[in-house]
Structure formats: structure tokens, C-alpha cells
């Protein structure tokens, strides 16, 4: 029998009984959107977190100073006075290394305008946009010649210029740390919230030589940032500093921490798998509910149709025929509600992604895998009831009231 | 006459095994039926003729015995064989017309060709059902539904349906027990129609005056054949009716 045929059969067997078949594929469509609905969601959160992992900047190593202890007093990362100026020298003539930026950090209390504001003081140097993948809003970086004469500049975020310049210009305003005046010479674009949830636009940057002879007086770096030539060479370069600073320092117990993006990526997609894993078992355990409803209403087909399916056999239909047909059935209920499902999830996933702000991907595999799952389903479940039909005797089936 | 018989029964038996008895519902039955004839199978209930029916109609298969239809030993096939036999060789007509509802009179002409082994292509499909309407006066009510058609014209239908595959036999089986006895005349006028084109028709029926309009009665009894002979002062369908006519007209006169 040719399968156009039997899909015309499935069809108007379908339409007669249409409320029937809205809830038989209910299951399936509940199962199948459900999937496609979080699916939706959550990749579209993962690439989210994803992006934001790159706006940290690209290919950047992150060296941090060991943790200093004293008497029993863990200091944590950064405290311990490890990290020389040429330690950084020697890391920023590495193969793989194209930028670096010597990193001190302090909290000040700082002053302009009759104005004043807590907020991170940062010594860096001229290649830190670059590094973290910041750009200047208006004004520019101060430049290696600043590095050099110590000079008194700094570029500072947006937060801090709403907090001490609201409404002005603040490029060449003064600003007082340490009742040191520094001139603005700067204004980073905004950039909001990482993915720490610090305010990265609540800074100001300075020359990493005159944070360390003027405002503080110090001779060692909290970390260095190292930017690696590319995503294929991050982890050689990684390896590269970890030997070099070894070698450098040779104490016995690494008394520094390399960190990359690429870590931070790993864990990223670690979780992202595991979510993948749930969402799995998720639409495992639908599909299988929404496969035994097919199964229980396929069974009550046949035995309704029992009068039909002799009539079919006594004008030549095969056993295989009969088979065929109750199959199609079952495959097109299922095939029509995971295609509903889909269409439904992505539906919602799209309405919570307008309401909440959500970002939403549904990626095209995930479509592909739910819309042959509950085909799969279908033939799975349609199978017994259609072979009972296929079995069913000829004079009996004809005899059934 | 005598070209090869259509069907051709030799000492067939029937043993259903329910429970501890044995029912003998068939105990050797030979019968031959020549292309063109227009046999009645006739019997009370238990006397074995739907069992016969069944086996000749290739439903069922005989415990004991040979049966040739159109020249194939159908005792010896399995289902699938036996399903191509009733596709390809035998036409069945239902005492309960038996119709899928839901499903005009044209799709349901069209259904054993879905069926069939070799493909027939949808427009000589509709071709084929079109005609098999036309040959049992249908031709108008093809996309009517079962429910919106006379006990006689869904009878019609069947044997459109029946014929549809140019089978060797039309096998009916009570074909008028659900009609009235006018309708009952119009469609044994059908059936004299096609046999006199030169169908093959096998009937059963338990009514003496519906065996009349065959040409040859076959009489059942506990499983056995007890007469076979043909049939005296055949009754012709168009006569029947033109009497009938002429009773109610009368009637209608002297009311």
C-alpha cells in the first residue's frame, strides 16, 4: 500500500476524533515544548554568562601574588609581596605574550569638585584597555611616556564620574587622591556589572608608577595581566609564566596563582553540560508519558476499529498493511504534537525572553533531536497496538459488534 | 460448458476445536461452480454455510479437503496469500453492507485497489470506482457518505466495491437480509444483471424466494450437501417489480 495513502487513512482517522487527538499529543506537546522551552532558556543564559566571560577581555592570563601569611592570618590572594616589576618584565618578553599591564590595587577615599567617593584606585599601565578589552568613551589612555615621568593622570569610569562630575565634563578636572591632584585625562565606556557582580565603571586608573611612588609606596604588584597572543596559545603561555615565575622565584611552594579565561570557560561549559544532562533526563521522562498515551488511545483505536480493520482484511489488505497504517497513525500524533511542542516552546521561551529580558537561543540540533525523538516515540508506542491489529482474524474482526 | 470450474471444492471439512467437543461444522463437502453460473447456498442456521462461505471466500482454511479457486490450491496458503486470493480474486458483498463511514461511496469503491499488488495509479483508480458506481446505478451519489445513502444504494456501493478488482467470484452472503422486499428485488436485479454479463456469483441466503432469482441451489445440511439442482421457475427481477408496481398501483385505486 503506498504511503501517501495510508497517511490520507492516518488523517481523516485523526480528524474524526479531533478533541481525541488534541489530547493524545498533549503529552507529547507538553513533554517536547517544555524541553525546547528551557533548552531555549538556558542556552540562551549560558551564552550570556558565555559573552560576558569574553568581555573580561580576550586570551587574558591573570597572575596573582601567593597569599600572605602571618601568624595564622591568611591574607588571601594578592597580599603577599611575590610579584616584582620584573617579574612582569620578564613575563612581557615571552613568545606568546603580546600585552601586559602591572596591576596594584588600593581602596581611596578620593576628592574633587567639593565632592568625594570611595572607590578602587588601580595602577596599570597604557595596555590595559587593550588587555581587558575596554575602550576610552572620550579623552584617551595615558601613555608610556606618563609610565615613565610618573605623571599625575588618571582615566576613570562612569560611576565615578557621575559620583564626582555629575553633569560636567570632567576631562581636565582634578581630581584628589591622597590630596595628590590628578588630572582626568580619561573616561572609560561603561561596561556595568561583571560577572561578580562588581561595578566595573567604579574605578580609576593611574599610571602604575605613580600609584606605587605616589600614592602608595610600595615595590610589589598585586598581579599582572598578561593578554596571550591567541585562543590556541593561552594555555602554552599559561604553562610558559607558571615555569618562568617558578624558575624566577625558586621557592619551593609556588607562592603565585596562574588563572586564564580559559578556566573560567571550562567551568562555564561544565555546567552548561550538566544542565544539558538534566534537560535530557527531562525530556526522557515526558516523551515516555506522552509514548504511553499514544500507546493507550492507539490500543483503544483498535479495538473501536476492530469492524474496519476486517473489512480491510476481507478485501485483500495484508496483516504488514493493517500495521502500516495503525503505525502512521501513531507516528503522525506524535510527529504533529512534538512539532506543536517545538513550535510552542519556542513561543514561550520567546514571551519569558521578552518579558524578563532573558536572552533566548534554541539551537537548531535541539529542534532536530526533539522533533525525531517523538517520531521515535511514535513508532515505539504505535507498534503493539498496531501488530494486535495486524493479528487481529479476518472472520472475528468482521463479526465484532 | 466446460471451461475449468471457478471453484472446485473437494471433500472439504471443517473441525472447530471449543473446548472439549469437536464441532464438525463442515464434513466433506465437494461442489464444483463453473464460470457464469449463479449458485444459492442455502441452509438453516448450523447447517454449516457460513463456515463453507468463509473457506470459499478464502477467510478461513479448510481442516481436511482441497479447494481450487480459479485453478490455486487456497488450502494450502498462508495469511498473506490468502489476503492477495480476496484482493485479487474474490469480490465480497456483506448481508451489512459492511461500508467504512465517514468515507464517501467513491473512496470506499476505491479501497481494495490500495490494496492491490500491482499499482494502480489514483486516476485509474477513480476510473475503475467511477464505472463499478455506474455498472450498480450509482453513477450521481459518488461523494456521498454511507450515512446519507438507502440500505439499497449502500448495498449498491458493496457491490461496486466488490467488483472493483474484476474479481473471478462475487461472493455474497445474505445480501438482501437487511432490506425490504422491494429493495430486496431491485438488488437480486443487480446481481441477475451482472451474471448476465457473465459474473460468477455465489450466494448464500436462507430465503426460498431470494434462491429463486439464481440459477442454481445448493441446499445444506449438518455440514453436509443435501440437494443440488437448478433451479425451477426462475424468478426475473424486472417482472417482480413490474408486478409489484402494478399491486400498489391497484392498491392506490381501490383506496
Redesign the interface.
Known amino acids: ?2 504511503i501517501f ?1 495510508s497517511l490520507r487513512i492516518a488523517a ?1 482517522a485523526l480528524r ?1 476524533n479531533k478533541m481525541r487527538s488534541l489530547l493524545t499529543m498533549l503529552g507529547i506537546i507538553i513533554g517536547v515544548g517544555a524541553v525546547i522551552g528551557s533548552v531555549s532558556l538556558t542556552t540562551g543564559a549560558t551564552k550570556q554568562v558565555e559573552d560576558q566571560v569574553a568581555s573580561l577581555g580576550e586570551n587574558v592570563i591573570t597572575v596573582f601574588s601567593g597569599n600572605f601569611t602571618q601568624g595564622g592570618m591568611r591574607g588571601g590572594w594578592g597580599s603577599a609581596p611575590t610579584l616584582t616589576l620584573d617579574d612582569a618584565y620578564a613575563i612581557s618578553q615571552l613568545p606568546h605574550v603580546v600585552a601586559v599591564s602591572q596591576e596594584v590595587r588600593d581602596r581611596e577615599q578620593i576628592l574633587a569638585n567639593g565632592l568625594n567617593w570611595n572607590t578602587q584606585v588601580m595602577g596599570e599601565s597604557p595596555d590595559y584597555p587593550q588587555i581587558l578589552n575596554r575602550s576610552i568613551a572620550s579623552g584617551s589612555m595615558f601613555s608610556d611616556q606618563d609610565v615613565r615621568s610618573l605623571a599625575k593622570s588618571a582615566v576613570i569610569g562612569k560611576t565615578v564620574v557621575d559620583q564626582l562630575f555629575p553633569g560636567e565634563n570632567p576631562l581636565g578636572q582634578t581630581l584628589r587622591i591622597r590630596n595628590i591632584p590628578f588630572q582626568v585625562v580619561g573616561v572609560l565606556a561603561p561596561k556595568g556589572f561583571n560577572l561578580f557582580g562588581q561595578d566595573q565603571d567604579d574605578i580609576v586608573i593611574v599610571p602604575y608608577t605613580s600609584h606605587m611612588h605616589r600614592i602608595t609606596t610600595r615595590t610589589f604588584l598585586n598581579d599582572i595581566l598578561v593578554e596571550a597572543s591567541s585562543d590556541k596559545t593561552i594555555l602554552q603561555a599559561q604553562n610558559e609564566i607558571t615555569d618562568l615565575l617558578t624558575a624566577r622565584h625558586r621557592s619551593k611552594e609556588p607562592d603565585f596563582t596562574v588563572r586564564s579565561q580559559a578556566d573560567l570557560m571550562e567551568r562555564v561549559s561544565a555546567s552548561s553540560r550538566a544542565m544539558g544532562f538534566l534537560l535530557a533526563g527531562v525530556a526522557a521522562v515526558s516523551l515516555i508519558v506522552g509514548g504511553i498515551g499514544i500507546m493507550n488511545i492507539m490500543l483503544v483505536s483498535v479495538t473501536e476499529r476492530t ?2 480493520i ?12 493493517i500495521l502500516v497504517q495503525f503505525l502512521i497513525e501513531a507516528v503522525t500524533l506524535s510527529a504533529i504534537g512534538g512539532s506543536i511542542g517545538i513550535a510552542g516552546g519556542m513561543i514561550f521561551s520567546w514571551l519569558i525572553a521578552s518579558l524578563k529580558d532573558w536572552p533566548t537561543v534554541t539551537p537548531t540540533i535541539w529542534i532536530i533531536i526533539a522533533f525525531i525523538s517523538s517520531t521515535i516515540i511514535g513508532i515505539i508506542s504505535g507498534f503493539y497496538p498496531a501488530w494486535k491489529a495486524s493479528q487481529l482474524d ?2 472475528e474482526a ?1 463479526r465484532y459488534e | 460448458m466446460q471451461s475449468n470450474p471457478v471453484i472446485k471444492l473437494a471433500d472439504i471439512q471443517k473441525v472447530y476445536h471449543t473446548g472439549e467437543v469437536d464441532v464438525h461444522a463442515v464434513r466433506g463437502v465437494s461442489l464444483e461452480v463453473y464460470p457464469g453460473e449463479f449458485v444459492a447456498l442455502m441452509g438453516a442456521s448450523g447447517s454449516g454455510k457460513s463456515t463453507l462461505m468463509n473457506m470459499i471466500g478464502a477467510l478461513d482454511r479448510p481442516t481436511a479437503g482441497k479447494y481450487l479457486l480459479d485453478g490455486i490450491d487456497v488450502s494450502t496458503l498462508d495469511r498473506n496469500a490468502l489476503a492477495d486470493v480476496r484482493n485479487e480474486k474474490i469480490g465480497f458483498v456483506f448481508q451489512g453492507f459492511n461500508l467504512l463511514s465517514r468515507t464517501s461511496a467513491l473512496e470506499n469503491v476505491e479501497m481494495p485497489m490500495l490494496y492491490n499488488r500491482n499499482r494502480i495509479q489514483s486516476h485509474e483508480q477513480k476510473e475503475r470506482a467511477l464505472s463499478a458506481l455506474e455498472l450498480v446505478g450509482l453513477g450521481k451519489r459518488t461523494d456521498h457518505h454511507p450515512n446519507q445513502l438507502s440500505g439499497g444504494q449502500q448495498q449498491r456501493v458493496a457491490i461496486a466495491r466488490a467488483l472493483v478488482n474484476k474479481p473471478s467470484l462475487l461472493l455474497a452472503d445474505e445480501p438482501t437480509g437487511n432490506l425490504d422486499s422491494q429493495t430486496s428485488i431491485e438488488i437480486m436485479g443487480v446481481f441477475q444483471k451482472l451474471n448476465d454479463q457473465g459474473i460468477t456469483i455465489v450466494m448464500v441466503t436462507h430465503e426460498l424466494d431470494v434462491a429463486r432469482f439464481t440459477k442454481r441451489m445448493v441446499v445444506l445440511r449438518d455440514g453436509k450437501v443435501v440437494t443440488d439442482e437448478p433451479v425451477q421457475n426462475r424468478s426475473a427481477a424486472e417482472k417482480e417489480l413490474e408486478q409489484l408496481r402494478t399491486a400498489q398501483q391497484a392498491v392506490k385505486l381501490a383506496s
Open positions: 500500500m503506498r495513502a481523516r474524526r469492524r474496519e476486517g473489512i480491510r482484511m476481507a478485501v485483500g489488505a495484508r496483516g504488514a498493511d479476518p472472520i468482521l
